[in-house]
């Protein structure tokens, strides 16, 4: 009867510390899990917070190139005198030397800064007819007002239409100077957009896609040269790659 019950005694101690094992391992098993969800939320925190970062880094210095010709045009609307004209001139070649400087340095954004330089070369040719026409205005109004000394009324009355008929087409012909440079920044914006998701594009792949992507963006920019001139929107390309 003693052994029987020394027996029982030695099962219970063991059935205690097998249970006692199991609630260990069951303790330690959601330790693992946990630990495990913890490392996860922490790396999950991490990339959102450096996507987010990322997308404000590149939103906060994201080139503007395209404003510089319109503030090019803006000076050159507003000068009234040949000094300043001159100034406006003077500040589109400061930004075209600029730019071509960024142009080594930034070539994620040729397209831009190609449409940008493009624009400002021509503000400062359109420059250069301004100050003739203002040249020629300024004597019209001379000859005016001798023809008014001398009591020649009509032809005064003329010739000051005639220069208010110039101001006007001027005044018409440089507000279209800022629709024209807006389009192409707009075009040149969607091809830099366009040729930046194509890279990515190719990039998830993993494959090579170059010549794909050449032909595409080839083909997109042609059809951009042809709907600046008719002002419609230009669409997309895909590549055509295979996984």
């Known amino acids: 009867m003693a052994i029987q019950a020394v027996s029982g ?3 219970e101690e063991q059935q205690s510390e097998e249970a006692a094992l199991s609630l260990l391992a069951q303790s330690l098993r959601k330790q693992d899990e946990h630990s495990t969800s913890l490392a996860e939320m922490i790396r999950d925190a991490k990339e959102k917070a450096d996507a987010q970062r990322e997308r404000f880094k590149l939103a906060k210095t994201t080139p503007r190139y395209g404003d510089a010709p319109l503030e090019a045009y803006a000076r050159l609307s507003r000068a009234r005198n040949q000094a300043e004209v001159s100034s406006a001139a003077g500040y589109a070649r400061r930004r075209i030397a600029q730019l071509q400087a960024a142009q080594r340095s930034d070539p994620d954004h040729a397209d831009q ?3 940008a330089i493009g624009q400002l070369q021509k503000a400062v040719g359109r420059a250069g007819k301004k ?3 203002l040249n020629r205005e300024q004597l019209a109004r001379a000859r005016q007002k001798r023809m008014a000394q001398n009591n020649r009324n009509r032809e005064a009355q003329r ?3 005639e220069v208010q008929r110039k101001q006007t087409m001027r005044k018409i012909r440089e507000s279209g100077y800022f629709r024209e440079t807006e389009i192409a920044n707009r075009f040149a914006n969607q091809l830099t957009a366009t040729k930046m998701e194509l890279k990515a594009q190719a990039e998830q792949l993993g494959v090579s896609t170059q010549a794909s ?6 083909g997109y920019s042609s059809a951009v040269e ?4 008719a002002d419609v929107p230009v669409s997309a390309p895909q590549v055509d790659v295979q996984a």
Do not use: C, F, S
């Not at 042809?226 to 001139?229: D, E, G, I, M, R």
């Open 113 to 115: 800064i190609r449409a």
């Open 226 to 229: 042809t709907a600046q001139v």
């Open 9 to 11: 005694v030695g099962r």
């Open 131 to 133: 100050k003739l026409e």
């Open 159 to 161: 010739v000051r239409r």
């Open 213 to 218: 992507m050449e032909a595409a963006v080839q």
